[in-house]
């Protein structure tokens, strides 16, 4: 059973960083591309991060280029997104994505909700102003 577990969201100030980890098992995690996802209230999940099955390719929304920071263990079977100046458009819940297709082989790394096959329960991040 594969299972997906975020955790590191909580109430932050404008301006501040965060730290969220996702914790993946029941799967060959080295196989999958990851990704980071969130959902503010009243919208569309959009993609924040995604990073290829080795870490060595990594793609950003125009939103958080610059700003947050997508990396894995394979060892640990772990993904993280380090979020910097964080801005109250930020406010989510943030979600944690696995791919199994095998595209980030080849450096694909899919950017629509549609494309992941596995996802964990959400973590809320309230960013104040």
């Known amino acids: 059973q594969v299972q997906l577990v975020e955790s590191g969201g909580g109430l932050v100030q404008a301006g501040g960083s965060l730290r969220l980890s996702c914790e993946a098992s029941g799967l060959t995690f080295s196989r999958y591309g990851m990704a980071w996802f969130r959902q503010a209230p009243g919208k569309e999940r959009e993609f924040v991060a995604g990073?290829?099955?080795?870490?060595?390719?990594?793609y950003y929304a125009d939103s958080v280029k610059g700003r947050f920071t997508i990396s894995r263990d394979n060892r640990k079977n772990t993904v993280t997104l380090q979020m910097n100046s964080l801005e109250p458009e930020d406010t989510a819940v943030y979600y944690c994505?696995?791919?199994?297709?095998?595209?980030?082989?080849?450096?694909?790394?899919?950017?629509?909700?549609?494309?992941?096959?596995?996802w964990g329960q959400g973590t809320q991040v309230p960013v104040s102003s």
């Open positions: 990073i290829s099955w080795s870490g060595s390719r990594a």
């Open positions: 994505a696995g791919d199994s297709s095998g595209r980030s082989y080849y450096g694909e790394i899919p950017a629509t909700p549609a494309e992941y096959d596995y």
